[in-house]
């Protein structure tokens, strides 16, 4: 993509307020100028910086979407397709799924620091960051409700487990072994 033949106002609809990466880390675009001048937020660790739109670390790839862990819960963002093109991850062309109905206010603060993607636990999705199945069973004795240990997968303190959101099984806790429920024996290739 030559960003150069593309107008300013035009870049602001397609990466205002996107995840995107920039030298392989994921980003958040905060703010374009009318000379193509970026300022971002490297999600990873808060720092902004600037840069120009023609640099040649700029990646527009779509970011691999999966669960989020975040404040002891486990939300699965997906991509959806929407009528105003946005090139990275925006607000606007996510959905977040829940495993749980459990709603005390920590799970709503919890999705709207998700629906904000500025933070900590959308790098981790983004660079394939989970703990292993043992470590998730040890952050559970936390105060952690639930918790991925893969992109695709996440288990609860009830040791029910989750592909993409849906009941496919149960984790038995000492061994660290998933038990899939028949009609989902086939998901245990993606682990």
């Given amino acids: 993509m030559n960003v150069n033949e593309i107008s300013v106002s035009d870049l602001r609809q397609m990466f205002s307020d996107t995840i995107v990466r920039y030298n392989k880390n994921p980003v958040y675009i905060a703010h374009i100028s009318n000379n193509r001048i970026v300022d971002c937020v490297n999600i990873g660790n808060g720092k902004e910086f600037i840069v120009a739109f023609d640099d040649v670390g700029w990646d527009f790839k779509p970011i691999n979407t999966g669960y989020v862990?975040?404040?002891g819960f486990a939300l699965f963002i997906t991509r959806m397709p929407l009528r105003q093109f946005k090139q990275g991850l925006h607000h606007d062309n996510i959905k977040?799924?829940?495993n749980s109905n459990r709603d005390d206010g920590r799970l709503?603060?919890?999705y709207d620091r998700v629906r904000g993607l500025n933070c900590r636990p959308i790098y981790q999705m983004a660079k394939n960051i989970y703990p292993s199945?043992?470590?998730a069973i040890e952050l559970l004795?936390?105060?952690n409700v639930e918790v991925a240990f893969d992109r695709q997968f996440a288990i609860n303190s009830a040791g029910d487990l989750f592909y993409r959101s849906e009941l496919v099984g149960n984790v038995d806790m000492e061994t660290a072994t998933p038990i899939f429920f028949k009609e989902f024996e086939f998901l245990r290739k993606a682990l």
């Fill in 69 to 71: 862990n975040i404040q």
């Fill in 96 to 98: 977040i799924k829940l």
């Fill in 108 to 110: 709503r603060k919890a």
């Fill in 133 to 135: 199945i043992q470590q």
């Fill in 141 to 143: 004795e936390d105060n």
